[in-house]
C-alpha cells in the first residue's frame, strides 16, 4: 500500500492561493487537526466525515452513447449539510478513482473551485463551505472501471467502494443518501435504477429517463442498468415487478419467467411476516444479465441477477432449480437485511451476508417451487451448500475469522469468501439453538426497528440479543466470530463386554490450541436394525456422554449425524463398507463430508479407499443432492488426488460406475432426471478411455442425449469444450458449436474462449499473454472459465509456466477486478495442480515478499490449499 503522509504546509494555502485568497499557516496557539489524504476511503477518513455531513444528496446525469468506446458524457449536484470542524481545517475530500481529466469543471454554492486531485480524491477547500447546506456542481466523465459497458447494454456494480470510480462521492456505507438520476439513451434501449421512472422524452434517436428520487441508501447500492433488454412486467400481490432480461431461448423464458415473478413474490411475504415490516422500498423490480460477476447483487429495488441463475429448462437438475431459489431468496432478504439496515463499516459485511443466507435458507423452507416441495430437504440442502465450501476455507492455511478489521474501503473485498457465506450461516444456526427460535427472531425485529433506514454493527445487534436470552454471548461470540479455523473432536468408547461403559467425548483446535467452540450436535449409534441419536451439548473441552452408558455397542458411530456441529469430526473405519445402510440422507451427507475432510488431513483414510466406497454408493444413493456432494468428491479424487500415472485406470473404473449407474437409475419422476444428470455429468468430467470421449463425441455431434437424460445448448457447448481439452482428433468441434449457439451474449463468451482451449500451444500462450492486459479481462466469468480449461489437469505440464506471471498479476487484478475476482482466479489457475514443485512455486512466491499484501497473501494460501494437500497426500 502507498501512503501519502501530510505536507508541511497546510492543503488550505494551495487552494485559497489559487483563489486569490490569503492564509496563514503560522503556529497557534491550538493544534490544527489535518486529515491524510491517502488512496482509498480510510476509517480514519470515513469517521471524520460522518461527523460532519448529513442530509445528504445526489442528483446525477448520464449522457450514454451506443457506442462503448465512447466517453459517458455526465453531471452531478451534490447537496449536505456541513458542520464545520474548529479543530479540522483540512481541505473537504470527495472520493473519485480516475484521472483528473475526467473532472470537467467543479463548483461550491455558486462559485466556481479549483479542481485539485489527490491520491483517489478532489479537495474542496474549507473556504467555499458555509455551515449548513452546500452545494457542489460537477461536470465530469464518467469512469468505466466499474460500468461494465458492452456493446448493447451496461450496468454498474459499486460494491463495496466502486461508486468513486464512476462519479464523485462520499462513498461510505454510513453517509446514505438520495439519488435522482436521469438517463440520456439510445430510443431502443431500456433502463433502470433504484427509483420508479417519472418522465421521458425523445429527441431524434436519443431519449432521456428522468427517474424519481430515491429511497435513503448507500453509494453502494446505488445503481442502474441501460441496454437492449426486453421488459416483463407482473403484478404479485397488489406490487408491481419489471424484470429485464436479454435470453432468447424460447423453452427457458416458458418454463422460467412467471415462477421468477412468484418466487420474488414468496419471498418479499415471507420478510414482511418474519420482519413485521412492510417492504420498505419505492419499488421491487430485477435484471437478469448475461455472465454478471455474482450470483445476484441485493441493489435497492433493481436486484442484478447472473441470466444462467435465473433461466433454467426442462434439463436443469433439482439442484439447479433450488440453487435459484436461494439465491432470489437471498437478494430479496438483503432489501431488510444490509439495504434498510446497512453495516456502519465494511468490517461487518458479514453481517448483511449471514442474515440473507440465514434468511433465505427459511424461506426456501416455504417456497413455491411446487416441483420441489414434494422431496424436499432442507436439513440436506444447508448441509451440503455450505459445510464443504465453510471448510474448503477454514482448513487452509489462510483462514480467515468471520470479523476481519479493515482500515481502508479499498481492502474491502478481499473479505468476502467462504467465511462470510458458508462459515457464518453455520453459526447463526447455532446462535439460534443457543437462544431459541422465537427469541432469535424478536432479537431480529428489535434490531431492524431500532436501526431502520441507518446504519448498525455487529456490538449493536449483540447487544440487542443479550437482552433477549441468559446465554453468555460475548464468550460464544469471541471463538465463533473473532478467531479463525475449526475444532476438532476425539472420542474414547469403553466396553463392558457387549455394553458401552464409557463415552467421552473431546474437542481441541485443528492447530492444537485449547479453544472450544461451544455448541451442540448429534451422534448416532448405528445397530443393525435401528439408530440412536444422543444429543451432544459441547460447552466444555471434554463432555462425558452419561446417557450412552449401558446401552448395546453400535455396530459403527456417526458423528454430526445431524448435521449441525461444525469441525473435524472422528471417522469409524466400520462405517466405510456400511453407507448406503444409513436410511438418514442428512446423516450420509454428514458422514461424507467427514471422510472427505479426514482423508485431505491425513487421518487414516487414502483417497484410493474413499474412491473405491464412493464408486459403490453411485448406484445406491437415492437422494439427488447427496449424488451432487458424492461426484464432486470423486472428480477431486481422479484429478487432483491421484497420480498422473494412476489416474487412467481409476478414470475407467469410475467411467463405468458412472455410466451403468446412470442407465440402471429408475427413481420416478424429476429424481432420476436430475440424478442421471449429475452421473452424466460426472461421466464427462472423468472421461479419458477412448471408448468414453468417442461416446462423448457422438453424443455432442449427433445432437442426440442417453436415455433420460435432457441436454440443453449450454450442456452440449460444455460437452464441446470437454471434448477440445482432451485434443478429440478431429478438426473443427468448437467452431461447429459456435455456429449452433444462437443467442449473441453466449457466442461472445464462446468465441472468447476458444484460444484457451486450442490444441496449438503457442495459441493458448498468447491468449494467457493476453490477461495481463485488464481490458482482456473485462468479462471475469468468461476469463475464470478459460482459466479452468487453460490449467486444466491435462494441460498441467505446458500450463505450469503459466503460474509465476499468473501469481504477478494478482495485485492488479485486487485493484481492477470485482470483489471475487481475485480468489476466483486464483482458484481457477492452482486448484489443478498437484505437485511438489507448484506447492513449492507458491511458497517461494511468498517467501520473497514479506510485504505481500495480507489479504492477498490470505487468498493465495485459501487457493493454495489443495496443491499443498495433494502434494503432501501423492509425493
Known sequence: MVWNFPKITCYGITLLVISSLTMSCSHRSSPVQSLMVEPGVSQTLAKARKQQISQLAYALKFDIPAQKSQPILSTETITFFWTASARDKSALQLDFKEERAHLQSVSANGTSVPVVVESEHLLISTAFLRPGKNTLSIQFIAGNLSLNRNDEYLYTLLVPDRARTVFPCFDQPDLKATFQVSLTIPTNWQAMTNAPVRDSSVVGDRKTVNFLTSDLIPTYLFSFVAGKFTPVTRTMNQRAM???????????????????????ADALAFLEEFTQIPYPFQKFDFVAVPDFQYGGMEHVGAIDYRSSALFLDNGATRDQRLARVHVIAHETAHMWFGDLVTMRWFNDVWLKEVFANFIADKIMEVSTEASDRPDANYDLQFVVDHYPAAYGVDRTEGANPIGQPLANLQEAGSLYGGIIYHKAPIMMRQLEQLMGKTALRDGLREYLKQ??????S?????????????????????????????????????????????????QTAEDGSARLWPQGFQLALVYPDHVEELAVNMTQPQVTMTEAVGKPVPAFVVFNSSGQGYGIFPVDTAMMSKLATLKNPVTRASAYINLYENMLSGQGITPAQLATAYRALLANEPEELNLRLLTSQLSDIVWTLTKPENRPALAAAVEHDAWQAMEQETAPGNSARGKKKILFRLYQSIALSAEARGRLYTIWNEQKAPAGVTLT????TALALSLAVRDYPVSGILTKQLSRIKNPDRRKRLEFMMPALSSNVAERDAFFASLANDDNREHEAWVTAALGYLHHPLRAETSAKYLPKSLDLVEEIQRTGDIFFPESWLRATLSSYQTPETAQLIRKFLADRPAYNARLRAKLLQAADGPFRASKILY
Open 451 to 456: 436501526y431502520r433506514s441507518a446504519n448498525a
Open 713 to 716: 445448448e449450454d450442456d452440449y
Open 242 to 264: 419489471t424484470l429485464l432480461h436479454r435470453e432468447t431461448d424460447s423453452t427457458k423464458l416458458r418454463l422460467s419467467t412467471d415462477l421468477l415473478f412468484s418466487l420474488h
Open 458 to 506: 455487529w456490538v449493536d445487534l449483540i447487544r440487542i440479543l443479550d437482552t433477549h436470552t441468559p446465554a453468555d454471548l460475548q464468550t460464544w461470540n469471541r471463538v465463533w466470530v473473532n478467531e479463525t479455523g475449526r475444532p476438532k473432536f476425539s472420542y474414547q468408547l469403553d466396553r463392558q463386554g457387549d455394553k458401552i461403559s464409557r463415552l467421552v467425548l473431546s
